[in-house]
């Protein structure tokens, strides 16, 4: 009997540790149902998207462990989607343990492991702290990594 599972996320500036996520999820179920978060959703989670969600959805909906992505407007759908999906498995990172068990009476819920070292908080972080060094610095830094390479050639 095929087996399904749904997760909710925002899945902004798109990564690795979404994509290990994902990958998960499609080897513990036959088919694989991603909730993404709208943008409005994302304003109510105090979470300001960089990526719009017509982009995001695109590219969750891209990813070839994913069969179904539906857009998440509200915390309460879960129980409606579980229901009309037919929902096996609920799984989500385990940043959010605990706060979906009540969806333990209607399916089974699982909170993975999450990947470490990347989120998209951090790349934010770093892609700034990547713009603010001034140019000539970059370029003059790029002009000694190109000599170290001749030299190694
Ligand atoms: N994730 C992960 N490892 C990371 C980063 C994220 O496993 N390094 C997982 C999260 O645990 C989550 C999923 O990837 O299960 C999507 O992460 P977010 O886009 O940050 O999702 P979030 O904003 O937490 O939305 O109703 C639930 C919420 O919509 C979840």
Not at 112 to 117: A, P
Request: hydrophobic letters at 40%; aromatic letters at 10%; glycine letters at 4%.
């Amino acid at each position: 009997m095929s087996k399904v599972v749904i997760t909710y996320g925002t899945f902004d500036m798109f990564h690795v540790g979404h994509l290990k996520l994902l990958q998960r999820l499609s080897e513990m179920a036959d088919r694989v149902i991603v909730a993404v978060s709208t943008d409005e959703f994302n304003l109510g989670k105090g979470k300001k998207t960089l990526i719009p969600y017509e982009q995001r959805a695109q590219i969750v909906e891209s990813i070839k462990y994913v069969d179904l992505v539906i857009p998440e407007e509200s915390w309460e759908q879960k129980l409606q989607d579980v229901k009309k999906y037919d929902v096996d498995i609920f799984a989500i990172g385990e940043d959010w343990k605990g706060k979906f068990d009540f969806l333990s009476d209607l399916c089974e819920v699982r909170y993975l492991e999450r990947t470490k070292d990347i989120s998209t908080t951090e790349l934010k972080r770093s892609l700034k702290n990547f713009l603010s060094i001034p140019q000539e610095d970059l370029r003059q830094a790029f002009e000694v990594l190109e000599l170290l390479r001749r030299d190694l050639e």
